[in-house]
């Protein structure tokens, strides 16, 4: 029941993961461009190039860094759509390597990656990897801690801070 229980774990934990990857995927796409390129790009943010997604006005975007453009882009049309119109935005702009790549890694970071596991003293520990055309990408540390503190119940956390030394 504890194996299942890991198991669904781990596919909830590599969903999760899948989803912030798309801020990744799009935050290194958006540094790969020139500046002016940069700049092109978040002027067709403001004009129909996907059909049912409504631009975003200029306003929100025209002093934004990169981050904060792939936040704006990814609250208002959320992941998915918001790679859509990225490599949309990079065709028009002639760059369709760029969105070529982008695509496939939108695409391995959307396949249900593969979750390796390791078993120590009734514990497991859960590392999902999500294959990229030319890197790995593992999921920070930080962010998989959280997700198994989170997860803890009063007594396992607990026994993890006895175990840190943090109480007595």
Same mark, same amino acid.
């Given at each position: 029941?504890?194996?299942?229980?890991?198991?669904?774990?781990?596919?909830?934990?590599?969903?999760?993961?899948?989803?912030?990857?798309?801020?990744?995927?799009?935050?290194?796409?958006?540094?790969?461009?020139?500046?002016?390129?940069?700049?092109?790009?978040?002027?067709?943010?403001?004009?129909?190039?996907?059909?049912?997604?409504?631009?975003?006005?200029s306003?929100?975007? !025209?002093?934004?860094?990169?981050?904060?453009?792939?936040?704006?882009?990814?609250?208002?049309?959320?992941?998915?759509?918001?790679?859509?119109?990225?490599?949309?935005?990079?065709?028009?702009? #002639?760059? #369709?390597?760029?969105?070529? !790549?982008?695509?496939?890694?939108?695409?391995?970071?959307s #396949?249900?990656?593969?979750?390796?596991?390791?078993?120590?003293?009734?514990?497991?520990?859960i590392? @999902?990897?999500?294959?990229?055309?030319?890197?790995?990408?593992?999921?920070?540390? @930080?962010?998989?801690?959280?997700?198994?503190?989170?997860?803890?119940?009063?007594?396992?956390?607990?026994?993890?801070?006895?175990?840190?030394?943090?109480?007595?």
């Amino acid at each position: 029941m504890k194996k299942m229980k890991n198991m669904y774990a781990a596919e909830e934990l590599t969903k999760k993961y899948a989803a912030d990857m798309v801020d990744v995927l799009l935050l290194r796409t958006l540094k790969d461009l020139s500046r002016d390129d940069f700049w092109d790009f978040k002027g067709y943010l403001d004009k129909d190039i996907l059909v049912g997604v409504k631009p975003i006005a200029s306003s929100k975007v !025209e002093y934004t860094n990169r981050m904060q453009t792939v936040t704006e882009m990814t609250r208002s049309y959320g992941k998915e759509t918001a790679v859509k119109l990225a490599v949309k935005i990079l065709k028009e702009m #002639r760059n #369709r390597k760029a969105a070529k !790549e982008l695509t496939k890694k939108y695409a391995a970071a959307s #396949r249900p990656a593969a979750a390796s596991m390791s078993a120590q003293n009734g514990s497991v520990i859960i590392a @999902p990897r999500v294959e990229g055309v030319h890197h790995t990408f593992n999921m920070p540390v @930080p962010f998989l801690l959280l997700d198994v503190l989170e997860n803890l119940s009063t007594d396992e956390l607990n026994k993890f801070k006895w175990v840190l030394g943090l109480t007595s």
